[in-house]
């Protein structure tokens, strides 16, 4: 099959319930970059920036996936590369996120460099577990852990924490609780699905599948996908439209 079969490729097998995670994980990303673009214009103008990076953040997934769907259904192998750049991209605009809702309690640039450094170190070292080094797969995926921890570290105990404690925005308090609910729980479900990779400490809970037709990884990665970045640019719109009502009663 040539490159543009793989692209346009439509063939989703009856049972294929990975090749239907990836074709739902698609259309619901596409969907939700039309509502935040569109959902843009109803709120005040110092929070249109938010929304565009959570349109952003779902578009871009949307091109990925379109991606990912053509080359499980052609050779239902995991699209580990694509996937990756997916997230190199869209995590950092997560923390850009945080960095936006915090940035009127003070947060400084420092506190937004922690928390990309933390998903530098967390992406980088979960593809050379995923792609290069899979014989050690365990150790990268401690060594990830360690990015994600600094994140979690910087969003319940660190400055962020601090900061969103003297903002008087209920919005914003409301909604950062929330926020950070989604990068610890949320987010859970990453690691989860990397731990059943072949070798790895979960392998055994998926030993009868069929990898050359099923991937447990990818199925924990969709779903993960579809809940924290469709959702948590849910919660960013909230906290914006909430806020946009607060400052119109303020003004009346
Ligand atoms: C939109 C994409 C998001 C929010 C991706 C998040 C990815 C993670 C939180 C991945 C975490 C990992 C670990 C904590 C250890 C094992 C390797 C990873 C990369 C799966």
Redesign the pocket.
């Known amino acids: 099959m040539n490159t543009f079969n793989i692209l346009l490729n439509g063939n989703l097998q009856a049972g294929d319930y990975i090749g239907f995670t990836f074709f739902t994980g698609y259309m619901s990303m596409l969907a939700a970059s039309v509502f935040f673009f569109v959902e843009r214009g109803g709120v005040s103008d110092k929070w249109k920036t938010s929304l565009t990076i959570s349109g952003l953040?779902t578009f871009i997934?949307a091109v990925h996936y379109f991606y990912m769907r053509g080359i499980w259904l052609e050779t239902a192998t995991s699209p580990t590369q694509f996937r990756?750049i997916?997230?190199t991209l869209?995590?950092p605009l997560?923390c850009v996120e945080y960095f936006l809702i915090l940035k009127p309690a003070g947060a400084k640039g420092g506190m937004l460099m922690r928390l990309l450094a933390g998903?530098i170190l967390?992406?980088v070292?979960?593809?050379i577990?995923?792609a290069v080094a899979v014989e050690n797969n365990i150790m990268?995926?401690?060594i990830?852990?360690i990015?994600?921890a600094v994140?979690i570290y910087e969003i319940y105990m660190g400055e962020a924490s601090k900061l969103v404690a003297t903002s008087n925005n209920a919005a914003v308090v409301q909604g950062y609780k929330v926020m950070r609910w989604?990068?610890l729980v949320?987010?859970?479900?990453?690691?989860i699905?990397?731990?059943m990779l072949p070798g790895n400490i979960l392998s055994g809970l998926v030993a009868g599948a069929d990898l050359t037709k099923s991937s447990p990884v990818d199925l924990a990665?969709n779903i993960?996908?579809a809940i924290?970045?469709i959702g948590?640019g849910l919660v960013v719109y909230t906290i914006a439209k909430n806020a946009t009502a607060a400052e119109q009663t303020k003004v009346a």
């Not at 949320?186 to 690691?191: H, K, R, S």
């Open positions: 953040i997934a990756y997916d997230w869209t995590v997560m998903s967390m992406l070292a979960g593809y577990g995923e990268w995926g401690v990830s852990t990015g994600w994140i989604f990068t949320g987010w859970a479900i990453y690691p699905g990397y731990c990665y993960a996908d924290n970045k948590f």
